[in-house]
């Protein structure tokens, strides 16, 4: 098998963004703040995810998408920018301090209606929610030992064509090092082989950052 893929320097990846959509006013300002918070400023997505998500957002014309894992907000003005003039986005997280520099910046893109903020277990938001397929599109990028669980929550909820985005299948390379994973790096490894498996979706693995999955529902 010829490997095409580069290793991507800091040079590479500061090219990459500036040869795609980069992040406007609002978003730099929330990747600023959000580093200024330290080490868990690793939980906020690239830039160039977030340009993916927009465009695969409006791709599938999306009006109503799920975001499980909010943060501070960064991945949530990327989908909420590419909804349909009417769509809505549910966020699911637990974490009222992070999600406050969320809602500021929501704010400040114009998005802040087409958000509903749900502060509660993830798990317990997506069960409330319809059997019904009428998700277009989700996010995952929470907890890792509960993505499989998330997963499983989704797809039945997922209409068919729509798509499924997963962070961290990568998990800093952990996923091929599994006498020294992490809990969170033998998470990721299980549910990357739960989805291998699941005959419901279409897969593709991307080299984004941490490793993103596109799953597209049958």
């Known amino acids: 098998m010829t490997r095409k893929s580069l290793p991507m320097t800091p040079e590479l990846q500061d090219y990459l963004v500036a040869h795609g959509t980069p992040p406007d006013d609002v978003q730099q300002a929330l990747i600023e703040e959000t580093a200024a918070m330290g080490d868990i400023a690793r939980l906020q997505i690239a830039p160039e995810q977030g340009a993916?998500?927009?465009?695969?957002?409006a791709l599938v014309g999306a009006r109503f998408a799920?975001?499980?894992?909010?943060?501070?907000?960064?991945?949530s003005i990327a989908?909420?920018?590419?909804?349909?003039?009417?769509?809505?986005?549910?966020?699911?997280?637990?974490?009222?301090?992070?999600?406050?520099?969320?809602?500021?910046?929501?704010?400040?893109a114009g998005v802040e209606d087409r958000i509903d903020l749900?502060?509660?277990?993830?798990?317990?938001?997506?069960?409330?929610?319809?059997?019904?397929?009428?998700?277009?599109?989700?996010?995952?990028?929470?907890?890792?030992p509960g993505y499989i669980d998330y997963w499983e929550a989704l797809v039945p909820r997922l209409r068919p064509g729509g798509l499924i985005v997963v962070d961290n299948v990568l998990f800093y390379g952990e996923v091929v090092d599994l006498?020294?994973?992490?809990?969170?790096?033998l998470a990721i490894h299980a549910f990357?082989?739960?989805?291998?498996?699941?005959?419901?979706?279409?897969?593709?693995m991307l080299p984004i950052?941490?490793?993103?999955?596109?799953?597209r529902k049958k």
């Open 192 to 204: 990357n082989e739960h989805v291998l498996r699941d005959d419901r979706m279409e897969l593709v």
């Open 118 to 144: 749900r502060i509660a277990p993830a798990i317990e938001t997506l069960h409330s929610l319809p059997l019904d397929p009428v998700i277009d599109l989700a996010f995952l990028d929470a907890d890792k």
């Open 66 to 75: 799920v975001e499980v894992g909010t943060f501070t907000g960064y991945s």
């Open 209 to 215: 950052a941490d490793g993103l999955t596109v799953a």
């Open 179 to 185: 006498p020294n994973a992490s809990e969170s790096g």
């Open 79 to 108: 989908i909420a920018r590419g909804l349909a003039e009417d769509g809505e986005l549910l966020c699911c997280d637990i974490n009222a301090e992070w999600t406050s520099v969320a809602r500021r910046y929501w704010e400040r």
């Open 52 to 57: 993916l998500l927009t465009m695969l957002t």
